[in-house]
């Protein structure tokens, strides 16, 4: 079964950092688009960050640009999400999702949806 595993979400102060990362079971993801999303309670599923195949283009939503940064190691099948500078607004559960980052923030073509992590910035 194909399918995406996110690690790494907890609690943290505002102003503090966490490392998702985003590991596939069952595939690689040398060829794919690799998107981050996240969802607050009440609210829709957001694009946060995608990045290419090749890990050459990336791309951030206005709220996380300069905070967070998105990354791919291909040799350990895995993608990675740095965040800094947490805000509150950051609390939310976030997933991974394989699709074409031209697509991104857009959700239609992405799929292997993992669990999701939790993340909560909170004092």
């Known amino acids: 079964q194909l399918q995406l595993v996110e690690s790494g979400g907890g609690l943290v102060q505002p102003g503090g950092s966490l490392r998702l990362s985003c590991a596939a079971s069952?595939?690689?993801?040398?060829?794919?688009?690799i998107g981050w999303f996240r969802q607050a309670p009440g609210k829709e599923r957001e694009g946060v960050s995608c990045?290419?195949?090749?890990?050459?283009?990336?791309n951030y939503a206005d709220s996380v640009k300069g905070r967070f940064t998105i990354s791919r190691d291909n040799a350990k099948n895995t993608v990675y999400l740095q965040m800094n500078s947490l805000k509150p607004e950051d609390t939310a559960v976030y997933y991974c999702?394989?699709?074409?980052?031209?697509?991104?923030?857009?959700?239609?073509?992405?799929?292997?949806w993992g669990q999701g992590t939790q993340v909560t910035v909170s004092s």
């Open positions: 990045i290419s195949s090749s890990g050459g283009s990336t």
């Open positions: 069952g595939f690689t993801l040398d060829y794919s688009g």
């Open positions: 999702a394989v699709g074409p980052c031209s697509d991104w923030p857009y959700r239609f073509n992405f799929g292997s």
